[in-house]
């Protein structure tokens, strides 16, 4: 079983860079594909970037392609969100989730989730 515990969030103003970070419990870290999920209030979860256990693969929403880079460290069991030119409908709680089936845009899919880190990006 894998722990995961988000930090890292705050307040930016729009423009500007935060980084995330989700650091995971447990030897099988390695062996999890990761994702970054995330919830803007009175909206549903919605998928924002996820990446494969080896780290070789990775996919991303169409909303932040090009602004936000996913990435992990196998060896501190850690997996990091890169997020540059931050909009105001970037303002979500950002969680990290874990899957042991690959890696997955789907929601459904993943098996552990943390408690979530505030995002919010000021106009």
């Known amino acids: 079983q894998v722990q995961l515990a988000e930090s890292g969030g705050g307040l930016v103003q729009a423009g500007g860079s935060l980084r995330p970070s989700c650091a995971a419990s447990?030897?099988?870290?390695?062996?999890?594909?990761m994702g970054w999920f995330r919830q803007a209030p009175g909206k549903e979860r919605e998928f924002v970037a996820a990446?494969?256990?080896?780290?070789?693969?990775?996919s991303y929403a169409d909303s932040v392609k090009g602004r936000f880079t996913i990435s992990r460290d196998n060896a501190k069991n850690t997996v990091t969100l890169q997020m540059n030119s931050l909009k105001p409908e970037d303002t979500a709680v950002y969680y990290c989730?874990?899957?042991?089936?690959?890696?997955?845009?789907?929601?459904?899919?993943?098996?552990?989730w943390g408690q979530g880190t505030q995002v919010t990006v000021s106009s």
């Open positions: 447990g030897r099988t870290f390695r062996s999890y594909g």
């Open positions: 990446i494969s256990s080896s780290g070789n693969m990775r």
């Open positions: 989730a874990g899957t042991v089936s690959g890696y997955s845009i789907y929601m459904s899919r993943y098996d552990y």
